[in-house]
């Protein structure tokens, strides 16, 4: 009896982690542990969302690339990737180019870290207050890994990010969420 318990136990815990955000630290909690780039960013625990930081970007002259990033190995067998990040902005430079703004981007790659695609589920620009940001992005067939970029992307400005969540969709989860495709 104690062994079926442990086993049933056992399961569950790995039913409700495979339902479970993907993303490591996703609301900066512990800094900048899990994330690359945190030298172009900083914490603060003054204008987060949730929890008791956020991270955040700025600039003020140069207009040049900065972010922090993470990479997430994808799950075997998922049909999508549900994205979702809390943003918010404060005067953030309108340029000619769309792209040219604060972002949340995935990436998806091989195997070998070749890039196949990427997807851009947040852009802002101006000042926000914090908002939500979800997308639904089916898999590329031969991604086997996303990387979860958080940008200010080439402006000036500042750029507030937390609760960053990454979550897996099978097919009939996905075409339930999106009856058109």
Not at 168 to 175: D, F, R
Request: charged residues 25%; glycine residues 6%.
């Amino acid at each position: 009896m104690k062994t079926l318990f442990l086993f049933s136990l056992l399961f569950l815990t790995t039913i409700t982690n495979a339902q479970g955000n993907l993303v490591k630290n996703p609301g900066f909690e512990y800094e900048f542990v899990n994330w690359n780039g945190g030298e172009t960013a900083y914490i603060t625990p003054y204008d987060k969302k949730s929890g008791k930081n956020c991270a955040a970007i700025n600039q003020f002259v140069g207009a040049e690339w900065k972010a922090v990033d993470q990479i997430i190995n994808i799950p075997k067998n998922i049909y999508a990737l549900e994205f979702s990040i809390w943003i918010k902005s404060e005067s953030i430079e309108e340029q000619k180019e769309a792209y040219k703004a604060g972002a949340a981007i995935a990436e998806f790659t091989s195997s070998g870290d070749k890039k196949i695609t990427a997807e851009t589920f947040a852009q802002v620009k101006g000042t926000t207050d914090w908002m939500n940001y979800k997308k639904i992005v089916k898999v590329p067939a031969e991604a086997k890994k996303v990387r979860i970029m958080l940008a200010l992307a080439q402006t000036n400005g500042t750029i507030y990010f937390d609760d960053v969540k990454v979550t897996t969709l099978s097919e009939e989860e996905y075409l339930k969420q999106n009856p058109e495709k």
